[in-house]
């Protein structure tokens, strides 16, 4: 059998790029599932697959085998419920780019992601982009929320694609890895890379346009070398992302200080909130854990225990 990367999907067709550089159209036959879970799309942009032609005039192929994953980013479905969509797969790290300017940051949103990435520990670098327009409360903000995620292992980085802030360390950060990148529109995504790659020319958006209803969003993800090294999984803007696959327990684990500190709690089953003896309470009271970040725990397992509870009822 042959073998690829699956450099792009569009719904039903998979382009998966060979040995050769060359990219074949490949559907898949049959059903795959993913831990139980049911997927909208079985394979992801980053699969190793191995295919056969079905017609060689056309270059399409069938997918027939997934190459084990070394780890994988799902999302809940934003159109189904009920399924987790595949984001990507195999990936070294990700890169989440936020502006506190234009769009103003989405309070939650960097919690969020990381709840996504953190149950493989993909290492994740949080990338503050439009710097050329933070005044010097925005600043403030910025190196509030650096401390906060340096503090618990994130790497942060503030950059510009307009005055060039940070794209030589942004550049570093990428160089030798697959990165998946990803973030709300508008925050800038497509113009760094652009000014990063020689080689890519990436379609950039007015800011005006995003507000406007009926915009016209694509959920694939690409894959894209920018340079001989460096290889990015460009996800589409995300707006907002729930976690209806998820149990408290999971977001308790996958708040890695939480989770560290959880060892010292009373209960095994500790989730924070009410439980006497709570190490996680206990360090949240010193300020060795951030207010901040305790707040949106608290958000997202409230989210998860609400969609549970509703969840349950309606199989009744
Ligand atoms: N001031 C400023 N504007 C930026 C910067 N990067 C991107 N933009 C603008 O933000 C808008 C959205 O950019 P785009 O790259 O399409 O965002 P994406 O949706 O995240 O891919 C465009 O109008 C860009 O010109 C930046 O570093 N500073
Ligand atoms: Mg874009
Ligand atoms: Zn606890």
New binding site residues.
Partial sequence: MLEGIVIRSTGSWYNVKNQSGETIACRIIGKFRLDGKKVTNPVAVGDHVKYVIENEEENTGIIKEIVDRKNYVVRQSPRKKHFVHLLAANVDQAIV?V?I??PKLKQGFIDRFLLMTEPYNIPVTIVF?????YDKGDLGVYNYLKDIYNKIGYDVLL?????G?GLEDLKATLSGKVSLVG?????????????LSDQLD??????SN?SGKGQHTTTFAEMFDIDENSTIIDTP?IKTLAFNHLEVMDVAHNFREFFEASDECKFGDCTHRNEPKCAVKAKLETGEISELRYNNYLQLVEEVEDQNYWERIKDV
Avoid: F
Avoid at 129 to 133: F, H, S, T, Y
Avoid at 183 to 195: A, F, I, P, R, Y
Avoid at 202 to 207: E, F
């Fill in positions: 780019i502006t300017r234009e982009n439009k710097a050329d327009l950059t510009s694609s307009i005055d802030t973030g709300q529109s508008g925050v800038g995504k497509s113009s760094l890379v652009n000014t990436l379609r950039t958006q007015d800011l995003y803007g």
